[in-house]
């Protein structure tokens, strides 16, 4: 709580010694997004970085669509073998199967029921696997944004904007280091290019 407090003043101090430049355009605040304040802290809106940047336009977006895909394909796989093993019960209870067909039927309903089921785990850890790569990517890209940005170390203080409550917009350098995360994701993406 006292850390809290602690940084909530220093960043107070800091926004008095910043330039008001509330008025810019949009196109003049990217392009001047990392010069705008004089202070010593800043932030960054991390989360709107990650989700309009390029790496996740181009790989994020299908990645969430291939996790939600199987995740829909694993509900219908399991309702379907729900309203099998149903209408074999019921089958059963009208004495239309004998119960040597039915218990073969169960049996062979419980085969496929843990075939799916291993079948959909080993999908799961992949899917979970190339979502970690993922996050780590996109954390990787933005921490070296930020180090580009802040290789003269004239921020003393970067913060990530989920934690503030009210900050002067001067402060904010999101288009810079969204700008940053995009480059150094086109140069990652032609260096791979030109390793094949």
Aim: one cysteine or more; glycine letters at 2%.
């Amino acid at each position: 709580m006292k850390k809290l407090l602690f940084m909530a003043m220093v960043a107070a101090a800091s926004m008095t010694a910043c330039d008001k430049q509330n008025a810019q355009a949009p196109a003049e605040a990217a392009e001047s997004a990392a010069e705008v304040c004089t202070g010593e802290i800043v932030y960054v809106h991390v989360e709107a970085v990650l989700a309009e940047s390029d790496l996740y336009k181009n790989e994020g977006a299908a990645l969430q669509e291939k996790t939600q895909k199987a995740q829909n394909s694993w509900a219908q796989r399991e309702k379907n073998l729900q309203a099998e093993a149903a209408k074999l019960q019921e089958k059963y209870q009208k004495g239309l199967i004998t119960t040597n067909d039915a218990q073969a039927q169960q049996e062979n309903i419980q085969r496929r029921i843990l075939s799916y089921q291993n079948s959909a785990q080993k999908e799961a850890r992949t899917l979970e696997e190339e979502n970690f790569v993922f996050t780590n990517r996109a954390q990787d890209l933005l921490q070296r944004a930020v180090e580009e940005i802040n290789a003269d170390k004239k921020y003393k203080f970067i913060l990530n904007a989920s934690a503030l409550i009210d900050a002067d917009t001067t402060l904010n350098i999101t288009p810079a280091v969204l700008a940053k995360v995009n480059e150094l994701y086109a140069a990652d993406k032609a260096a791979e290019k030109a390793a094949k």
